[in-house]
Antibody, heavy 120, light 111 residues
């Protein structure tokens, strides 16, 4: 059964880099039918698309975050990762990883989410 | 990249039907049959309930249905139940480099 699990520090200082990893179990991250994405939800606000990656390493970012985001994949570990640079308090959010089905472009499986707080 | 437009909130009584709209452009909602809807209960992972405009994943109640007209997609929930109270989000494939665009979300209150 497919499972996605986010991991990483829950507290990041302003101006530093937020780093999260999503471990995928139950299916190979190298499947040609799927992309792997990151979504976030700031407190009291809606879901926001951050971006996604294909197993080959091709990346697709939300233009509003593109200058600060790096998404990478490690097929040997069945993991993909998010780096968000130069964070501010506005980047405080619950961060979700999810599987994006490349036929219907729907997010058909999600992690439980992890809260990251940006504070000194 | 502008988010898709959804009403901030809708409400209905048990047994009634409600419809949530999701308005985009010809570069996303109106241009492709790739609109999806998600149900999100606070503290839980969002759940896919509609894909490809009107298809339901296995296990999703047939009380949920989707449609589209032009650049606006709609989610209809019939026979409202207390457990339907949640936030609902639409997404669409987009021809921009982002691949996916989200709606701002709609809070459904069951009165």
């Amino acid at each position: 059964q497919l499972q996605l699990q986010e991991s990483g520090p829950g507290l990041v200082k302003p101006s530093e880099t937020l780093s999260l990893t999503c471990t995928v179990s139950g299916v190979s991250i190298s499947s040609s039918s799927y992309y792997w994405g990151w979504i976030r939800q700031p407190p009291g606000k809606g879901l926001e698309w951050i971006g996604s990656i294909f197993y080959s390493g091709s990346t697709y970012y939300n233009p509003s975050l593109k200058s600060r985001v790096t998404i990478s994949v490690d097929t040997s570990k069945n993991q993909f990762s998010l780096k968000l640079h130069s964070v501010t308090a506005a980047d405080t959010a619950v961060y979700y990883c999810a599987r994006l089905y490349g036929i219907s472009w729907s997010l058909d499986s999600w992690g439980q989410g992890t809260l990251v707080t940006v504070s000194s | 990249q502008s988010a898709l437009t959804q009403p901030a909130s809708v409400s209905g009584s048990p047994g009634q039907s409600v419809t949530i709209s999701c308005t985009g452009t010809s570069s996303d909602v109106g241009g492709y049959n790739y609109v999806s809807w998600y149900q999100h209960h606070p503290g839980k992972a969002p759940k896919l309930i509609i894909y490809d405009v009107s298809n339901r994943p296995s296990g999703v109640s047939d009380r949920f249905s989707g449609s589209r007209s032009g650049n606006t997609a709609s989610l209809t929930i019939s026979g409202l139940q207390a457990e339907d109270e949640a936030d609902y989000y639409c997404t669409s494939y987009t021809s921009t480099s982002a691949l996916v665009v989200f709606g701002g979300g709609t809070k459904l209150t069951v009165l």
